[in-house]
């Protein structure tokens, strides 16, 4: 099964141009993803020849300011550095001007309409992208901006990117997406999540479906539970304003892992055109039920109390945290997929900041062996069950747990690993970043890795009854120390749903 055609537009084309335009441009999200992601692009030779970046922000700015900011950020050779830094400019305005006497985006406009001119044209092909590196919240003015003054007309495209999160429920999620497609097109939208960029993330469709001994394994007859996992082993770091809006569930659960999730439990699509792939995810999310309170464990990090943690503050300690918060930190969810695949086969999903280690993995772990020879082993408990296991970070990695005889003269069992090192394997290999993939999908008009709007909906479904219930303060986090591995609460969840832990001899 031979992957669709992708329909490049013709950039060898003189007449053709492209332009994408960085809205946010002074914000973090900016400098640090999106403009080394397009200078790779730019290394690689991945962007149309005679691109421009165009920065846009209420920063009172010019083009070397830009450029300054953007440059430390940047890795590469100097020539090349300066090479791209020569293709970026910026533009100052708002983003919504009541009191405006013309158009908000009018002097935005004019300076696409030269670039344009400048490179192919006054009857050239202009195409446009434009990034919204910038609060939800403001995706509709925004969004309304582009239409009335930047909005191309064919042969020429327009596509705009937005960030997440997209909305804090499913109200308030589908307002946003109403309202914006009143003025765009669902193929001109690509909502981003970053971790569909990923490179082992990419892998699952493959793995999944190209292994044919992986295949008879996958379904409720062979494993047991599935765990995804995000741990990281810092806090909010002086961004507990922005995090305590959203809290945990909503900043990595709902979209990042949830996508995840999807991709490990979906059905083989009819090909691999992008609208087969997602519809397959969306039939996972429609057989979820809400997840309930009884199935999730909560908890928020308070002071290590340890020297050799350095002491590190608790979550409340953060000056940009309000007082007394119950926010979450920290959040486990036992979810259940409701068809012939994946009944009864518990998904663990876990999130959480000021943990022991930095990490993020999908870790399927499968049923004892039937008529186990070695029952007394795995009855004192240190016979470990197989596990299959993709490791997205650090050091992107897929291996297997597997049971094997330790050398000697005796029959004592041990766990190995029977492992792919990505680092090792593709030594020397240049590996894209995942935000590197997702726009030069979006350039050539692939929405395979971006969330759709029904999608979105689905996913909120599942979690809004949660969230509305935690924001009224029926569920309190646990609170746990930095640096350790979790609440109590979670390590009860996760045996209540059935993962088998070994233990160490």
């Known amino acids: 099964m031979l992957p669709p055609k992708r329909q490049h537009t013709r950039w060898e084309d003189p007449k053709v141009c492209l332009t994408i335009t960085v809205l946010g441009c002074s914000g973090d999200l900016a400098k640090k993803k999106t403009y080394p992601a397009l200078f790779a692009l730019f290394t690689h030779g991945h962007l149309p020849p005679s691109t421009i970046v165009l920065g846009?922000?209420?920063?009172?700015?010019?083009?070397?300011?830009?450029?300054?900011?953007?440059?430390?950020?940047?890795?590469?050779?100097?020539?090349?550095?300066?090479?791209?830094?020569?293709?970026?400019?910026?533009?100052?305005?708002?983003?919504?001007?009541?009191?405006?006497?013309?158009?908000?985006?009018?002097?935005?406009?004019?300076?696409?309409?030269?670039?344009?001119?400048?490179?192919?044209?006054?009857?050239?092909?202009?195409?446009?992208?434009?990034?919204?590196?910038?609060?939800?919240?403001?995706?509709?003015?925004?969004?309304?901006?582009?239409?009335?003054?930047?909005?191309?007309?064919?042969?020429?495209?327009?596509?705009?990117?937005?960030?997440?999160?997209?909305?804090?429920?499913?109200?308030?999620?589908?307002?946003?997406?109403?309202?914006?497609?009143?003025?765009?097109?669902?193929s001109q939208l690509y909502r981003i999540d970053h971790y569909l960029g990923k490179e082992l993330t990419q892998n699952l469709v493959v793995m999944r479906f190209k292994n044919r001994f992986l295949a008879p394994l996958w379904n409720r007859d062979n494993i047991a539970s599935v765990q995804i996992v995000f741990k990281e082993p810092f806090g909010t770091q002086g961004r507990g304003g922005y995090f305590d809006e959203y809290g945990i569930i909503r900043d990595i659960i709902q979209n990042h892992l949830l996508q995840l999730l999807c991709l490990v439990a979906m059905e083989k699509p009819c090909s691999l055109s992008p609208e087969d792939i997602r519809d397959e995810k969306l039939k996972v999310?429609?057989?979820?039920?809400?997840?309930?309170?009884?199935?999730?464990?909560?908890?928020?990090?308070?002071?290590?109390?340890?020297?050799?943690?350095?002491?590190?503050?608790?979550?409340?300690?953060?000056?940009?945290?309000?007082?007394?918060?119950?926010?979450?930190?920290?959040?486990?969810?036992?979810?259940?997929?409701?068809?012939?695949?994946?009944?009864?086969?518990?998904?663990?999903?876990?999130?959480?900041?000021?943990?022991?280690?930095?990490?993020?993995?999908?870790?399927?772990?499968?049923?004892?062996?039937?008529?186990?020879?070695?029952?007394?082993?795995?009855?004192?408990?240190?016979?470990?069950?197989?596990?299959?296991?993709?490791?997205?970070?650090?050091?992107?990695?897929?291996?297997?747990?597997?049971?094997?005889?330790?050398?000697?003269?005796?029959?004592?069992?041990?766990?190995?690993?029977?492992?792919?090192?990505?680092?090792r394997k593709y030594d020397g290999t240049y590996i894209p970043e995942a935000y590197e993939r997702l726009i030069l999908d979006c350039v050539n008009g692939d929405q395979q890795h971006f969330v759709r709007r029904d999608e979105l909906a689905a996913a909120w479904s599942v979690f809004t009854p949660l969230l509305k219930y935690i924001d009224a303060g029926g569920l309190a986090p646990e609170v746990y120390p930095y640096g350790c591995d979790g609440p109590s609460n979670a390590r009860t969840l996760r045996e209540r749903a059935g993962y088998v832990q070994a233990r160490r001899k």
């Open 56 to 186: 846009y922000a209420r920063s009172k700015m010019d083009d070397d300011s830009l450029r300054s900011r953007v440059r430390d950020f940047l890795k590469g050779t100097p020539e090349m550095i300066e090479k791209f830094l020569g293709a970026c400019f910026y533009e100052a305005g708002q983003y919504d001007d009541a009191s405006a006497t013309g158009p908000v985006f009018g002097g935005l406009a004019s300076r696409l309409r030269d670039f344009e001119r400048e490179r192919c044209g006054d009857d050239g092909v202009g195409h446009r992208i434009f990034y919204l590196a910038l609060p939800p919240s403001v995706y509709p003015p925004v969004c309304a901006n582009i239409k009335a003054s930047c909005a191309t007309t064919e042969p020429a495209w327009t596509r705009v990117i937005v960030e997440k999160p997209f909305g804090r429920d499913l109200e308030s999620s589908e307002k946003l997406s109403s309202e914006i497609a009143t003025l765009f097109h669902e």
């Open 285 to 423: 999310l429609r057989c979820m039920e809400p997840v309930s309170t009884s199935d999730v464990a909560l908890g928020q990090y308070g002071a290590s109390g340890d020297e050799a943690a350095a002491n590190k503050p608790g979550y409340l300690d953060d000056p940009t945290v309000p007082a007394g918060s119950k926010a979450p930190t920290f959040a486990m969810c036992v979810m259940r997929i409701n068809n012939e695949r994946w009944d009864g086969v518990p998904f663990i999903v876990e999130a959480g900041k000021a943990l022991d280690e930095h990490k993020c993995e999908i870790r399927v772990q499968l049923k004892d062996v039937p008529g186990d020879l070695f029952s007394t082993e795995r009855a004192a408990g240190r016979q470990a069950r197989n596990e299959f296991v993709v490791r997205l970070q650090p050091d992107p990695a897929i291996y297997m747990l597997m049971t094997v005889k330790e050398p000697g003269l005796g029959v004592e069992l041990a766990q190995s690993e029977l492992e792919l090192l990505y680092t």
